[in-house]
């Protein structure tokens, strides 16, 4: 045991993995009961807080100690349920769970603007349990369970993104269409864990890759491998799957876009990841091929179509849904050069892309509670209206773009030199031609920000009106990590490399 | 309110067997086929049997959603507060050994959380559509 947790009661320390799953899921449901939405928002911000305290607790365990496992009903693994952390999942769960808390505190601010009254308590209910299961996913050693809890996320999201209807009607299409596609994605996903069952016997994760060892060739293996990619890759919104996503993320509630962008595709990553290196055996001749001939170039691809549809967008929130589409493909290249340096790339770029579009779709929350804004040309003269949004707004989109100095250049730098030790050019090409259009759909929003006189209201200009302390927080803890790690980039270099070394198996 | 006498009479006699039957397959389920989400299922029939023939308003009456959705969130409640009392014992979470009663008591609560929470379930989404249906007046039968 570290030294800085002494202070803790020793149950709360060893049974830290599942309460941190269970008790968001307990206070969600409690939460979406009560009459007061005011209350049910005091449960969700402590709770959110509890779990961010926990898992920056286990994260350090899991530095320190090495691997962390534990047994769910005292039922040893492989046959009871285990929930395992090591390097891979311990910074996912940290940045859950931190994510989910700076949602917290900006939540009343949306929420009353865009939520009916009656659904407020029934909304945080159901952020808490997106949160329990997002966190479930990510601590969880057993593949089955992953289903489960991707469903608890997914579902609990649906309705998230439905109750933007309040604002805007188009959110209940989105939301089916959302609800289609997620649904399909997991059905493949339990087929392929069906899959995986039927070859090995064991749902357990550890246990499947040990006994997939000598089925290289074995029809009902590939067959689950090609299952669980599909599936997961309708989840993560790999391109060309990723239709549901500009919909969901322009007609959510603003509160919504923000957490979902910066946490529900990043775990579905982290699930791919698991599955493809973890489960599977990259080794294996058909996992090879498909990350070399089938995810790598569809993640290249992904990158320059979806920036370039990216640049004509009119309306801003859709345009930075698109550029997730293409910050995806950035994840994935890494991901299929197969390589410890392109792995810890790609870990990397997703820890800073939570980071940079958490800012960017929170400071868009807050010019939205404002001035109303959804297109660009609305976002005219920002600068001076919103002059706080608009800097933590900057910050984020050249972290997008890829400025030396923030966190975006750091990844892209290290996805950039792990292209040209694998010697894929046009991999670096679709890099370079990727953020040449980062650059170009940015520098439209930022144009029409500071370069244009604010909108006449009655014949004069409209005044500034910063926004509430609320929404700045949150938006500036994130901008200001944008430019911490940046420059500073040794903690999240640390967990990307423990990461990448976890999944390839090399060290803890 | 005469008509429908022979539909009213015959679910009324059918609704009390319906729930029995339910809570025969909640129980069953320590032992053989069976378990909370089945029963469920068959308590939340008995209740939708009701609203079909005495209508919506007076099934609402009788089990008010207000009261569904507190028992969807107490099911969830119990389960997972079984694992939580098994921690305050000593055990891992869910570890039924260490609660008074062993793994019997442990699976019979968890059981009826599931029963409450799907039964409730069941119940809201029935009220949910339902309720966007326009009533059938009794001529147009």
Redesign the interface.
């Known amino acids: 045991m570290t030294p800085e947790i002494a202070f803790l009661p020793g149950w709360l320390v060893q049974h830290a993995p599942p309460l941190l799953v269970v008790t968001p899921l307990i206070a969600g449901v409690i939460a979406a009961v009560l009459p007061s939405a005011r209350a049910s928002w005091g449960i969700v911000l402590a709770i959110t807080f509890f779990a961010a305290a926990m898992a920056s607790f286990i994260a350090m365990q899991v530095m320190e100690v090495g691997v962390w496992s534990y047994a769910l009903g005292s039922w040893a693994p492989p046959l009871g349920i285990e929930y395992r952390i090591d390097g891979l999942n311990a910074g996912m769960l940290l940045l859950v769970a931190v994510i989910g808390f700076l949602c917290a505190i900006y939540a009343p601010a949306s929420v009353e603007a865009e939520v009916a009254p009656e659904n407020r308590s029934a909304f945080y209910g159901a952020f808490l349990i997106c949160f329990a299961g997002l966190l479930g996913v990510a601590i969880t050693g057993d593949a089955f369970n992953v289903f489960v809890f991707l469903e608890i996320s997914s579902i609990s999201t649906y309705a998230l993104v439905a109750m933007g209807a309040g604002r805007d009607r188009r959110a209940l299409t989105a939301s089916y269409n959302y609800l289609i596609m997620g649904t399909i994605g997991a059905t493949f996903f339990v087929i392929g864990v069906g899959f995986l069952y039927m070859a090995t016997g064991t749902l357990n994760m550890a246990d499947i890759a040990d006994r997939l060892q000598g089925l290289e060739g074995d029809r009902t293996v590939q067959a689950g491998f090609a299952f669980i990619v599909v599936g997961l890759g309708l989840k993560l919104a790999m391109y060309p799957l990723h239709s549901w996503l500009p919909n969901a993320y322009s007609y959510a509630p603003t509160l919504v876009t923000a957490f979902l962008a910066a946490t529900a595709t990043k775990v579905a990553f982290y699930t791919l990841i698991r599955f493809v290196f973890g489960v599977f055996d990259p080794g294996f001749g058909f996992a090879g091929l498909s990350m070399i001939w089938l995810i790598a170039p569809l993640a290249a691809a992904g990158m320059v179509v979806a920036s370039f549809q990216a640049v004509f967008q009119s309306d801003v929130r859709r345009l930075f849904a698109y550029s997730s589409v293409a910050q995806v493909g950035y994840m994935l290249l890494g991901v299929g050069l197969g390589t410890a340096a392109g792995m810890s790339a790609s870990f990397l770029h997703l820890f800073n892309h939570a980071l940079m579009k958490g800012t960017v779709f929170l400071a868009l929350g807050a010019m939205w509670l404002g001035f109303g804004v959804t297109r660009i040309t609305d976002l005219r003269g920002m600068g001076r209206t919103m002059p706080y949004t608009s800097a933590a707004f900057v910050i984020g989109g050249l972290s997008l773009v890829g400025v030396p100095g923030t966190a975006g250049f750091v990844s892209k730098w290290a996805l950039l030199v792990a292209c040209l030790d694998r010697g894929w050019w046009w991999a670096v090409l679709a890099l370079g031609a990727a953020s040449v259009l980062a650059f170009f759909y940015v520098g439209r929003v930022l144009e029409m920000m500071y370069l244009r006189e604010p909108p006449q209201h009655d014949g004069h200009a409209v005044t500034r009106s910063p926004a509430p302390l609320a929404a700045l927080a949150p938006m500036w803890i994130l901008a200001a990590a944008n430019l911490v790690f940046g420059i500073w980039a040794d903690i999240p270099v640390r967990l990307a490399n423990a990461a990448a070394a976890a999944v390839l198996g090399s060290a803890p | 309110m005469n008509s429908h006498i022979v539909l009213k009479v015959a679910s009324k006699v059918l609704i009390p067997l319906i729930v029995v039957f339910g809570l025969y397959v909640q129980f069953h389920g320590d032992f053989g086929a069976g378990g909370g989400f089945q029963a469920g299922v068959i308590v939340a029939v008995a209740v939708i049997l009701y609203a079909l023939v005495f209508g919506l308003e007076e099934a609402r009456r009788a089990v008010p959603p207000a009261v569904a959705?507190?028992g969807?969130?107490l099911g969830?409640?119990i389960y997972?507060?079984v694992?939580?009392v098994s921690?305050?014992l000593g055990?891992?979470?869910?570890?039924?050994?260490v609660i008074p009663g062993g793994q019997h008591i442990g699976v019979l609560l968890v059981e009826i959380g599931v029963l409450l929470t799907v039964a409730s379930v069941m119940l809201l989404i029935f009220y949910a559509f339902a309720g966007r249906a326009r009533e059938i007046p009794d001529e147009e039968w």
């Open positions: 959705k507190i969807a969130a969830v409640v997972a507060g694992g939580i921690i305050a055990g891992n979470y869910l570890d039924y050994f």
